[in-house]
């Protein structure tokens, strides 16, 4: 059986919807008019032991959501799921011994205890016998290099530090499955590497489910074996990292460096994407890229040439941006079109 299993996995929100106006405002105090939101809508996925699965999609896509639902903290309106075996939304203390959820944007410490007093508080919590908790929390500190910062005041504490903290009172139960949210937000470069280098490692010898939701995508593409995507509540991608690429992107990038410096203009060869006084980079349509790289260099004293795949977050970022133009054009064709042709 698969460690997370998720099917037809459904959270509808109903929401007032208020009208404009006094005559509105009266209207509504009669006969309220009520919209509903899918913030999840048939969502299906299974996860296995040891995997690091990254989570995307735009704000408001429904990632956060689906992690709720997965961790108990919603009841969803519809669907199926397990996770260790139990129905998270029936809460039984057997999973909540055994998962962990960290939201980047949420403290779980005390922030006027010293870290190592907060911990504690986890440990009785938890009911961690004392030995095994020492020897959990002195690992942990020792991974993440804040040994000597573990009798600070939680406030005291730089982002980085906190978010290390917050990491250690996430592990230190030894979940078998840790839901992350965002777990690098507002982290300086260097304070992100250590986290996500901390991640790799642990998820690697304790062979722990890892699901990970972040809008940096050096976090996926570092630490993610496996991407799901989810946009309007519903899942569209499931596989590898790279075959995004593959299967979203219509070009590729032609880097170039010109002996003699760059002679002309180069923009009918394809989209100039960044030029400098001696080389230039262009976006040009996946089918085209032979026959431009060969006018190129049959017709420009070129010393160097390199075709690339565009960058993940690109492809990503444009994929967003297609979907959301289509759902706003699908939106407006719905709303002019006659009752009777709906």
């Given amino acids: 059986m698969s460690t997370i299993e998720a099917r037809d996995l459904t959270k509808v929100y109903r929401t007032y919807r208020k009208e404009s106006g006094l005559r509105g405002a009266i209207k509504g105090l009669v006969r309220r008019r009520y919209e509903q939101t899918r913030a999840a809508d048939a969502v299906s996925f299974s996860i ?10 735009p704000n408001g ?3 956060t959501t689906v992690l709720k639902m997965l961790s108990g903290l919603l009841n969803p309106t519809a669907g199926e799921a397990r996770v260790l075996g139990f129905v998270p939304w029936e809460r039984k203390n057997e999973l909540k ?3 962990a959820l960290l939201m980047g944007q949420k403290n779980a410490l005390w922030w006027d205890l010293p870290a190592q007093e907060s911990l504690e508080l986890n440990r009785a919590i938890y009911g961690i016998d004392r030995d095994r908790f020492k020897k959990v929390v002195g690992g942990l500190s020792e991974l993440l290099e804040v040994t000597d910062k573990m009798n600070v005041m939680v406030r005291e504490l730089s982002l980085g530090e906190r978010m290390k903290m917050e990491l250690i009172s996430a592990l230190i139960h030894e979940p078998k499955v840790l839901f992350l949210d965002e777990p690098t937000i507002g982290l300086d470069v260097v304070s992100q590497k250590r986290v996500r280098e901390f991640l790799r490692v642990y998820n ?7 699901m990970l939701t972040s809008h940096y995508m050096q976090d996926i593409a570092e630490l993610c074996h496996r991407v799901l995507i989810i946009d309007h509540g519903k899942i569209f991608f499931d596989g590898p990292l790279d075959d ?3 299967r ?6 032609i880097s170039l460096t010109f002996a003699d410096g760059v002679q002309r203009d180069l923009s009918h060869f394809g989209e100039i994407v960044t030029q400098t006084p001696v080389s230039v980079q262009l976006k040009v349509p996946r089918a085209q890229v032979t026959n431009t790289a060969r006018r190129l260099l049959e017709t420009c004293n070129i010393s160097d040439i390199n075709v690339q795949e565009m960058p993940i977050e690109d492809v990503i970022r444009s994929l967003f941006g297609e979907r959301r133009a289509q759902a706003v054009s699908e939106a407006a064709n719905n709303a002019v079109m006659p009752n009777g042709m709906k």
């Fill in 248 to 253: 979203f992107s219509g070009d590729k990038l």
């Fill in 204 to 210: 690697s010898e304790h062979r722990i489910v890892t």
């Fill in 244 to 246: 995004i690429v593959d």
């Fill in 97 to 99: 011994r055994q998962f």
């Fill in 61 to 63: 896509a429904g990632k």
């Fill in 48 to 57: 296995e032991e040891g995997e690091f699965v990254g989570f995307l999609g």
